[in-house]
């Protein structure tokens, strides 16, 4: 079974260039918001993965509050920050917090489908 993700981008384009490097492998659910992010995970709840923007929108951090309240609603989840290479100081800090990982845009497909296969626990299926 392929796993459930959620990207998380303020920016079409990007969620776009993701899902097409992930779809298939992963079933793939956007939302372009952070609030959009919370209330999908409240009425969703078999999410494997979140990929989370760390700066939406006009270039505003998602905050430590965002990461706390993913974690209220799904502590199971794996969470992995999507950031620019500039920027990775502030991933990593998501991750010192709880994040399972980060991966930096742009992003090559199999580096983001390794880092999501590494955060489920488990290899994609080959073909």
Not at 8 to 30: G, P
Not at 42 to 61: A, C, G, H, K, S
């Amino acid at each position: 079974m392929k796993p459930k993700v959620l990207v998380v981008d303020d920016k079409k384009e990007d969620r776009e260039k993701i899902r097409d490097a992930i779809s298939s492998k992963c079933l793939v659910e956007e939302a372009g918001s952070r609030e959009e992010a919370l209330e999908k995970l409240r009425q969703i709840t078999d999410f494997d993965v979140i990929l989370l923007d760390v700066y939406m929108p006009d270039n505003q951090e998602v905050g430590h509050d965002t990461l706390q309240k993913i974690k209220e609603i799904n502590g199971e989840l794996k969470i992995i920050m999507v950031t620019v290479e500039g920027r990775v100081n502030k991933a990593i800090e998501y991750v010192q917090e709880g994040a399972s990982s980060f991966v930096t845009k742009p992003f090559n497909p199999s580096v983001l489908l390794n880092v999501i296969s590494k955060a489920i626990g488990r290899k994609f299926r080959e073909g």
